[in-house]
């Protein structure tokens, strides 16, 4: 039994709990996504001639199907599926895309990351993060129970993980996904308990590319202003206006906001108030406190998936229950960092509340995922069910030994005959002797009277 593992019924009653408080968390986030989606994006849908709740009417739509992913993982597809031949299906599935995307993807926002397929357009980056984070996962399982070499594993560190993440860098430019998809690999690491030496060596390396990426790109040096976004150049109208935007919306909300729907920056101020800056929306409508439960949501999710790969039932649900949660939390963090202007903008969207189909769906498929750990531990024996199994499985060899013992003591009827002749000779033998005694007494007694009579006569 694996030392992380708990098969009790504390155990199994924290689990539980730590599932209900993950399913909560994501219901709040979802209807207050869905109810921010509607007030910060009906301005822009007025603006382009549609219905005031197409976006959330569509957002209502990749909600049901990232719901229906997610039960489905959940419920129905152990999570043990991911250990055998079926993540190399989806692996090839997700680099299938991410090729696509470079050879007929759509630009958009300067970036060309989008495949349009008839009646909606899809991220294929969302979905490749969750793929190479299983993948990895599944790697280290493997080379950590002995089925995969050291060779083996860095053979396929490097062309499974390393050049298509590499690939969607040079191709579509999305440091953004790199940088979740390097937290979720060093998560997944972390808990699977590479040596502290290794994951700092490669926290070095990352930082070091880090630096290359953005002070080598011109376009991301730019962002570098977020210290101080009214220095542009262009008296706060050139790249720093968005974020200044984000501050004056927080700005207004103060501790209570000004109350849902009222926001004025929605109003094609902020540029992507549905999407990326969604959260400074909420900061203004419904202040610091509304903020802060947004982030309290997300501390929760962090929590009850890391209690839910505590208690997984072997190493890999360990690996892949926390590796998820962290990936999710962590774009989470990134986003708010983003608008509050602590870290520069990277265009990743907030998790549940930013407007788009990929970013939900993908973010329902990790909520699944880490159900299905859950949903694995649950199903395991307590400490009590496994002792009485134990018992019974005892008694019954018990049972079959006693039987086989009896089994091969019972004598056979070859056996019985020499017994019934050696019996019957012994009683004949003790007979004979006892009438040879009879006999030899009478004659005795007879001897012994007749010489008494001989005496008398004399």
């Not at 079959?400 to 012994?426: F, I």
């Not at 006999?439 to 004399?458: D, E, H, I, P, Q």
Request: hydrophobic share 50%; aromatic share 12%; with cysteine.
């Amino acid at each position: 039994m694996p030392s992380w593992s708990t098969h009790s019924a504390q155990g199994r009653a924290d689990v539980r709990v730590a599932q209900t408080v993950l399913l909560l968390c994501v219901l709040a986030l979802t209807l207050l996504g869905l109810v921010m989606i509607y007030s910060a994006g009906s301005p822009s849908a007025l603006s382009e001639g549609e219905n005031a709740a197409s976006y959330v009417v569509d957002q209502l739509k990749f909600a049901i199907l990232g719901v229906i992913a997610m039960v489905v993982l959940w419920r129905f597809i152990p999570y043990s599926v991911w250990t055998g031949p079926f993540v190399w299906i989806i692996w090839a599935i997700s680099v299938g895309l991410l090729l696509m995307v470079a050879v007929s993807g759509s630009r958009a926002l300067g970036a060309t990351r989008w495949l349009y397929l008839g009646f909606f357009s899809l991220q294929p980056s969302e979905f490749f993060k969750i793929t190479v984070l299983l993948m990895f996962a599944r790697m280290l399982y493997e080379y950590q129970s002995g089925s995969l070499s050291a060779q083996g594993f860095l053979t396929q560190l490097f062309c499974c993980v390393i050049v298509p993440i590499g690939f969607m860098y040079v191709t579509q430019s999305d440091l953004g996904t790199t940088l979740i998809c390097f937290v979720g690999l060093m998560a997944v690491a972390w808990l699977g308990e590479v040596p502290k030496r290794i994951l700092g060596g490669v926290l070095v390396v990352f930082f070091v590319f880090g630096l290359i990426a953005i002070f080598g790109t011109g376009y991301r040096s730019d962002r570098m202003l977020f210290m101080n976004p009214w220095d542009d150049g262009e008296e706060g109208y050139g790249n720093g206006f968005q974020l200044i935007h984000s501050f004056y919306a927080f700005a207004e909300g103060g501790l209570f906001g000004v109350g849902l729907g009222n926001s004025r920056e929605k109003f094609l101020y902020l540029p992507e108030a549905e999407t990326d800056f969604i959260f400074a929306v909420v900061g203004e409508e419904l202040g610091l406190v509304g903020a802060m439960l947004v982030v309290a949501l997300f501390i929760g999710i962090l929590w009850s998936s890391l209690r839910i790969a505590r208690m997984a039932p072997d190493m890999f649900g360990l690996m892949m229950a926390g590796g998820c949660g962290i990936m999710l939390v962590a774009q989470a963090f990134l986003n708010i960092g983003c608008v509050i202007g602590l870290l520069p903008t990277t265009g990743k969207p907030l998790p549940f509340l930013s407007s788009g189909g990929s970013s939900l769906i993908a973010t329902f498929i990790l909520i699944g995922l880490i159900l299905s750990v859950a949903h694995g531990a649950d199903l395991q024996p307590s400490v009590y069910e496994q002792r009485r199994a134990d018992l019974r499985i005892v008694k019954t060899q018990h049972t079959k030994h006693t039987a086989s013992m009896q089994h091969s003591t019972k004598p056979s009827r070859s056996q019985k005959a020499p017994h019934a002749e050696r019996g019957a000779q012994k009683s004949y033998s003790s007979q004979a002797s006892r009438s040879a005694q009879r006999s030899r007494t009478s004659r005795t007694n007879s001897a012994s009277g007749n010489a008494r009579t001989r005496r008398t006569r004399r």
